[in-house]
């Protein structure tokens, strides 16, 4: 799941990720699934580390923060849509 703002997520996405911003988490979190695993990304993997706290403060315990975020996604090769 994507959590950048509109802007950053129209310069590159992980193909077929959600996108949700982090300002919106709170409103929308009964949209999120508890029953299987949700990665968050940002930009380098400080707003998600702090939106998978949060989640994990809710009762969400299958969240994981992608660590680097989509720049270290890219910097391994992998696709960007």
Known sequence: M????????????IPDAMHLPMHLI?????ELPK???VVLYCRSGARSYQACAY?????YD???NLRGGIIAW??????IA
Request: glycine share 8%.
């Open 74 to 79: 890219a910097r391994h090769g992998y696709p």
């Open 26 to 30: 709170p409103i929308r979190i009964n």
């Open 35 to 37: 029953d299987r695993d």
């Open 2 to 13: 994507d959590i950048r703002t509109p802007a950053e997520v129209s310069q590159g996405a």
């Open 62 to 64: 299958r969240v994981l």
């Open 55 to 59: 989640m994990l403060q809710q009762g």
